[in-house]
């Protein structure tokens, strides 16, 4: 079998509502953690949470390329997914308070945030798991006889676990509509990925599973959406899984409380943080003749947006005691 | 028009087949998928279609009947499969996934207990996930065909690590009837269920099926056989060694009572309970190993719950503390037998 080529790219060109959407919702993910920070620095018990922070670009490129209609599996930093897949940041917020108006009902937490209606399988933070659950999803989606298509994120970390390989081959001799995106920020945990990945570049890997594979610059979002929509164009033409490989960094230690320079220099910090993909974007729409105005009032709504959700978090209710043995099994459905 | 409800004379592993190729037919969202469930995969020009059935034979046909878009013979890659069947679920299938033997679970287990297992929960009940695992189970060198069995990682129990985990449902049917049943009822479950199909039983245990659709619930025990003075408690092929346990005692002037436990999670506590009510005296008799075991969850459950109506101590026949051996004179150490039964029951009727 000779590998299916890329479908013929044309230049991408997101109109004008969809170049200020992507900017907007980059601006609600950094928002969003960025009040987190501050509810941990207060002591709010948001439970163990991993910031998305500089990633933003990944997220939201690669979502902007989707349906409402398409799904994502995502990781144990899966803040920015649910945000970018439109999961409403008020039960989000409410999630991570342990309230029972949360997307999980209080029962999961910053790792377990789930919001099926919108696509979203699920924050999974047991690394690379939630990858072949993108599969299964692009399975279903063909036996329903629908074009949807499935997203699995995956870190580096995830590339060196079995199941990521196992989730890539079955993808590929199934001809499934997945695409597979490596958020490579460098590190899993403290370990860095020149000592712990055996391939220059992870996209490399694609060519084992027989699938086109293209490493982007993860801080350029209109990168990332442009890989993704030829990924996209392809999978729901019936020609299989993609690998985009998206290099980007987290600002922030692998978990709240993590200190990030007892494993990188703050010299990398530094240089990292000159390209943040939201200032980076921020220049180029500028550059293309968008308003400033346009721009600062999504940040005002953003913020507007995340003093709602806190107010709504800090409101709601917690789950009652007869929630701790609720759903341990769905409901029977007899007949 | 209530005629005699048609039937037929089936394995076991044909009654699985029987509700398989049922339910698919009745809803287009079940699927089947696992290592050689059809076989040949991708040699239809070639002519050779559905080479193998499963290790059992019990998905024999069913590619022919339902294409190769819903019979999915997998790579051997049990996490990637069993994670795929995972997000069909959450996504809109009823995948029916295949894994060969119980002994290969460590392959998958992630996918079982931290992703299947707790969706439902874990995700404040906002989907279903409607996923039935199929695995085989137990020794089988007692059959004597081979010299020996398959020995330590092809012969082991191991349901007592599935029971273990909330959220997942277990069953362990013993019969041909109720193979069927539980099998069309875990089908049709919205949450994981486990299916534990014992590989002497799968040909061995043959009876009367009906042709129609049907359901066993799970969830439930059952009394197969009425006692005054001992009760029972089997789990799989276990319920048939005690049943031939009761015959001898039934020679010896003892009369016990076989309660089939039939579902491990969530089990049955009040059957169990209302039959050791009545005969005062219990033995547990399980295939698995006993640290940690059904055989101990029974007993102590009944213990915590039922301890008044005990005339005698618990008892549990559970196989030895050790690995599955080979050979077939070590094998038959290692398993329970009736014989064994017999000899627990002495013990508390004195």
Redesign the interface.
Known sequence: MIPRPMAPQLPPTPDRELLLWMYERMGLVREFEERLRTLVERGVPVGPVHFYTGQEAVAVGVCAALRSTDWIASTHRGHGHCIAKGVDVRPMMAELYGKATGTNRGKGGSMHITDTRVGMLGVNPIVGMGTPHAVGAALSARVRGTDEVAVAFFGEGAASMGVVHEAMNLASIWTLPVIFVCENNGYAQATPVEYAVAADRIADRAAAYRMPGVTVDGQDVLAVWEATEAAVRRARAGGGPSLIECLTYRYYGHHQGDNALRYRLAEEERAARERDCLRCYRAVLLAQGFEAAALDAGDTRNRERLDAAIAFAEASPVPGPEELLADVYAEEVHG | MSAVAATRELTFSQAINDALRLEMRRD??V?VMGEDVAGAAGRAHLGLVDAWGGPLRATVGLITEFGP??V?D??I?E???????????????R?VVEIMFVDLIGCCY??IM??AAK????????????LVIRTAYGTHGFKRTYGGGAAAQHSQTLYSVLAHI??L?VVVPTTAYNAKGLTIAAI????PVVIMEHKFLGGAAKGPVPDEAYTVPIGRAEVVRRGTDVTLCGIGRMTHVCLEAAEALAAEGTSAEVVDVLTLA?LDEATILESVSRTHRLVVVDEDTPTASMARDIAARVADQGFDWLDAPIKTVTAAECPVPFAAVLENLYAPNAERVRAAVRELTG
């Not at chain 2, 996490?79 to 299938?93: D, E, I, K, P």
């Not at chain 2, 049709?188 to 949450?191: K, Q, W």
């Open positions: 287009p969202s699927i878009q819903r999915l997998t790579p890659s996490m990637g499969f069993v994670g795929a069947a995972v997000g069909a679920a959450m996504t809109g299938l995948p992630d996918q931290n992703q969706m439902h929960y874990m995700m404040g009940g906002q989907l279903d996930l409607p909330p959220g449902k049709r479950d919205p949450g969530p």
